[in-house]
């Protein structure tokens, strides 16, 4: 085992993340391992760190460490100290803020600024919203009454157990500390295997949570991939309790799959191709705005993000140019330059995926209103994982470009002449994640959100959070919901107790 505190002084270096990139196992960073792989920055495709990956024998080892800190006082905490605890983590993310966003920037190549207002502040968001909704949870009790007696019925929540978590690489730290936040203000330990495009952000949360007194085996990191690595080894454990998941819908499959020979619970955020419906009576000014921020947020890499829009016919042209000028007007550029308001996907094998949708769009005779291609960025950049903020028209509902998830900063956009029309086009898809209502008719606007097909529906808004709420998807967008109180009935397994009186 490595010494703790060598790591932790390589590690204070600010804005620059350590060139290995370590497993945390039992509290500790683990010895090196025989297998690892590079992390390639998205910007310029530069080596910016070796990352360490873990084995069978490691993920045996994360897993035991996280079932002995079960068993350790960590099961014997209060809710009331664990809501502590998740406070003073938050604190402590304040603290070293620019640690995190230093390697959410080195891991993901997105603009400082967005990285700053989105993740880093809803990571530490997490762990006090889930602070607060543990802290204010019950349980239902019921008096039952029968012929000739009474009975007491009232349930308690104990921890699922050990939780895999594994996310992806588009929001790294706001979706692990979404999934951690709960699964330890729960009771629960974790074994973390984040995406091997985005390892730092979650090993320095490992430092954070253990500066903040999280014990020994309660969180676990190990690094790798998907099949035949640290991902299938640590979801077909046969000591992992459940099963948090976000990433794409047939790697959902694939870890229920693994999942199913012990029937474990499973929790799924999957993909998404997202419809906005934007009504002839909208605030055009407002919804072209929010628009832009729907398709392009995170170069399109969000999984609310739109990549349908449907426009009433009279405002179809104008919404189009509006929204094209907003692609236009988006500068690529390095992650710190204040001017710098779109950054790159995250991989140039991910780029190859958003290119033949770019070239499948023309082939099935879309316009390319906006972006269609690479941006030319200049020598030291060119390396990256560019690409232009792209719109279509033109394109018919049955083409793979408006069926499919591409996860990018694309949009087709559709006419529609009626909302039954709209409704109809926005529920034809086999996800069923998000959609946008755009409209200054209200009663319209609650009329449509709620026809959607999906876990969330905004009404002249997009990605407007509110962390109680139930977020998840149906069809291909998932299974259950997380957030607020829906976060606890994963994370927990109650038992009722019945006591006749
Ligand atoms: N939230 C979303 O909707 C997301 C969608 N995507 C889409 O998925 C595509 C592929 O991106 P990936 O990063 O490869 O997503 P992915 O779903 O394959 O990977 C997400 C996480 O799952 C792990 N993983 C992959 N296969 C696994 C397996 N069999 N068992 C256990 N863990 C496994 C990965 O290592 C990563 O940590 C992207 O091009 C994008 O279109 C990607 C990330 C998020
Ligand atoms: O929890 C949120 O606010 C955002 C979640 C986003 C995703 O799940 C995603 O992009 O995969």
């Known amino acids: 085992m490595a010494s703790r505190g060598e790591d932790f002084l390589q590690r204070r270096r600010r804005w620059s993340v350590a060139a290995t990139i370590r497993n945390f196992v039992g509290g500790r960073y683990a010895e090196d391992t025989a297998a690892g792989f590079d992390k390639v920055s998205p910007v310029d495709g530069t080596v910016t760190a070796r990352v360490q990956e873990a084995g069978q024998s490691l993920v045996d080892r994360a897993v035991s460490a996280a079932r002995k800190a079960l068993h350790g006082p960590w099961g014997d905490t209060s809710v009331q100290e664990r809501a502590r605890l998740l406070r003073r983590i938050a604190d402590r993310i304040d603290e070293r803020a620019d640690e995190l966003l230093a390697a959410e920037v080195s891991d993901t190549g997105k603009p400082v600024s967005l990285a700053k207002e989105l993740d880093i502040a809803r990571a530490a968001g997490n762990f006090r919203a889930f602070a607060d909704v543990v802290a204010a949870t019950g349980l239902d009790s ?76 309660v969180y676990n990191v190990v690094h790798g ?63 072209v705005d929010g628009l832009a921020r729907s398709v392009f947020t995170n170069t399109g890499q969000v999984c609310l993000c739109t990549e349908r829009v449907y426009v009433q016919r009279e405002v179809f042209d104008e919404v189009a140019s509006g929204l094209a000028e907003r692609a236009a007007a988006l500068r690529p550029g ?67 470009v408006v069926r499919e998830e591409v996860f990018g900063p694309v949009a087709a956009l559709i ?57 998840g998807g149906v069809g291909l967008s998932g299974i259950g919901r997380e957030g607020g109180t829906h976060s606890l009935d994963f994370y927990t397994e109650p038992t009722n107790v019945c006591v006749q009186l």
């Open 334 to 400: 390095r992650p710190e330059d204040p001017a710098t308001t779109t950054g790159p996907l995250i991989s140039l094998e991910h780029r190859e995926k958003v290119l033949s949708y770019l070239k499948l769009a023309e082939q099935d005779g879309a316009k390319v209103v906006a972006g269609g291609g690479i941006p030319a960025m200049g020598p030291e950049l060119d390396g990256g994982a560019w690409i232009e903020p792209t719109l279509w028209t033109g394109l018919d509902h049955s083409s793979r």
């Open 415 to 471: 006419p529609f002449d009626t909302e039954e029309e709209a409704v109809t086009l926005a529920n034809d898809t086999d996800y069923g994640l998000a959609a946008a209502v755009w409209t200054t008719n209200l009663e319209r606007g609650h009329r449509v959100a709620q026809r959607m097909n999906v876990g969330m529906a905004w009404v002249n808004t997009w990605f407007l959070r509110d962390l109680r709420s139930p977020f």
């Open 142 to 217: 019921y008096l039952t009454e029968f012929p000739g007696g009474r009975a007491l019925n009232y349930a308690v929540r104990k921890p699922l157990g050990v939780v895999a978590v594994i996310v992806p690489w588009n929001l790294p730290l706001l979706l692990l500390t979404w999934k951690v936040a709960p699964a330890l203000a729960s009771g629960n330990t974790v074994v973390v295997k984040p995406s091997e495009l985005t390892p730092a952000g979650a090993t320095l949360l490992a430092e954070i949570l253990t500066e903040a007194g999280v014990p020994d085996g």
């Open 225 to 287: 991939f998907g099949p035949g690595s640290a991902g299938e080894a640590l979801t077909s454990h046969p000591g992992v309790d459940g099963i948090t998941f976000t990433g794409e819908s047939s790697t959902g499959s694939a870890i229920m799959r693994a999942a199913a020979p012990r029937v474990r619970p499973v929790s799924f955020e999957l993909g998404g191709k997202n419809a906005a419906l934007v009504f002839a009576d909208a605030d055009l000014g407002k919804t």
